[in-house]
């Protein structure tokens, strides 16, 4: 049968290969749509959890998802012999770097072997994967060509980028513009078909698999050199004296020519950090060096370390050296209201602290423990109903929840370095803004 027609009469079913921050969320999203979807997961706890309806991702609502499961739209797996149904499947597997910032495609060629081997004919096969320009056509597409799959004929391939922005109230997985790049026009017609089904919002094709790759690089690009200008303006506001967060806020009034970003104690979550890199590597291959991304690359990293330089300052004035001080501080996720610690700049900012001995305690309403990649250890958050506040000399601002009670924690008197402008609004000589 067309693949096109089971698509448009949800007969289809769907496979999605990796259940994490963006599996999970699409899964539900194409379930949503009464289409049965197969889940795929290298991980025993994720396959038993979806299995039992029980929820471990933020952005999916837990009743949703129990009640999917209990309809037998969701299902998940450790092998991938059940996607032998399948006729559409989404890959979107890890693609992190190296200790030498080189992406590791490994996880998308190993998942590509293993469809490969069970995989049906006219399959449409979309990999959702942030990776460099041609992962699709030098990794996915010779894996199934060795099966004897002619692309475009009898397998369809297809790139199109995750756009997930974690604790966003107004766009989900569901409502957010769709870009999508066919190896061929018949590739992009399927895939386009399959996204209208799915999705509530507007679907773009366009003409390769490495224009929709580029694009989401160059997104995420986009963001990290914007944030490292923001934090290169801060240092030197800082030493001008003059307000940055201020400039911010009077430079958007104008109602075209720019964009606010702001500054911070370093870039956290699993794409900006990351999505540049993929881009450098890719360009060495074409004997170019991306100079300004590599330089905002380094002013963002420096961050923390320029965050422990300004907490030394403030605890100077009070005639305290920060080895002897007691720091508390607010937030680990690596963005406000979510639970999500990975690449957060509260770990570097750890690591700054631990080198100069420094005590210090971690709260986080949202993130109860969490395990930090840069020194291999694990930190527990402590409750703040359980902390004495007024005992520390300095509290350090490093992620802002809506949830905090800023009033009531300048009002300890205790200083306060503010890297996110949490406390915007709030009057008070114990507050210092990053």
């Not at 009469?9 to 969320?25: E, F, H, R, S």
């Not at 072997?113 to 990999?127: F, G, M, Q, R």
């Not at 397998?155 to 513009?177: L, Q, W």
């Not at 995420?220 to 911010?248: D, H, K, P, S, Y």
Request: net charge negative; proline share 5%.
């Amino acid at each position: 049968m067309d693949v096109i027609k089971k698509i448009h009469d949800k007969t289809a079913v769907i496979g999605i290969v990796g259940l994490g921050y963006v599996g999970l969320p699409m899964a539900v999203a194409v379930a949503r749509k009464g289409y049965k979807v197969l889940g795929v997961d290298v991980s025993d706890h994720a396959v038993t959890s979806v299995n039992k309806g029980e929820n471990y991702i933020g952005d999916v609502d837990d009743a949703e998802l129990k009640d999917l499961v209990e309809k037998g739209l969701i299902s998940a797996s450790i092998s991938y012999d059940p996607l032998v149904e399948a006729d559409v499947i989404m890959t979107a597997v890890p693609t992190p770097l190296d200790k030498y910032q080189q992406p590791n495609s490994s996880y998308v060629r190993d998942s590509t072997d293993s469809l490969a081997a069970v995989v049906s004919k006219y399959t449409l096969i979309i990999l959702e994967s942030t990776t460099y320009p041609g992962t699709t056509r030098e990794i996915v597409v010779p894996s199934l060509e060795k099966k004897g799959f002619v692309i475009g004929e009898d397998m369809f391939v297809a790139f199109s980028p995750e756009r997930v922005d974690p604790g966003n109230p107004d766009y989900s997985t569901a409502n957010t513009d769709k870009v999508v790049g066919g190896m061929t026009a018949k590739c992009n017609e399927i895939s386009k078909a399959f996204y209208e089904a799915i999705l509530d919002a507007p679907i773009h094709t366009v003409s390769t698999p490495e224009i929709a790759e580029m694009e989401k690089i160059y997104e995420n690009t986009f963001r990290n050199i914007n944030i490292a200008l923001a934090n290169e303006m801060t240092i030197l506001c800082e030493r001008m004296g003059i307000n940055m967060w201020e400039v911010i806020d009077a430079a958007k009034t104008k109602p075209y020519g720019f964009m606010a970003f702001y500054p911070g104690p370093g870039i956290g979550g699993h794409c900006i950090p990351l999505d540049p890199f993929y881009l450098t590597w890719k360009a060495r291959e074409y004997t170019y060096h991306t100079k300004l991304i590599e330089i905002a690359g380094e002013i963002n990293n420096s961050m923390p370390e320029y965050v422990i330089q300004r907490a030394i300052k403030i605890l100077n004035k009070k005639g305290l050296s920060i080895s002897k001080a007691k720091v508390l501080v607010l937030g680990v996720a690596y963005k406000k209201d979510i639970a999500d610690p990975r690449e957060s700049a509260v770990e570097r900012v750890i690591q700054e602290l631990e080198t100069l001995d420094v005590k210090f305690d971690l709260n986080d309403p949202f993130v109860a423990k969490f395990h930090n990649e840069f020194n291999d250890k694990h930190y527990t958050t402590i409750p703040l109903e359980k902390l004495d506040i007024k005992s520390y000399d300095l509290i350090l601002i490093v992620t802002a929840h809506s949830c905090y009670d800023y009033q009531s924690i300048v009002n300890t008197g205790v200083p306060i370095l503010d890297t996110r402008n949490g406390t915007k609004g709030i009057k008070a000589d114990n507050i210092t803004l990053l």
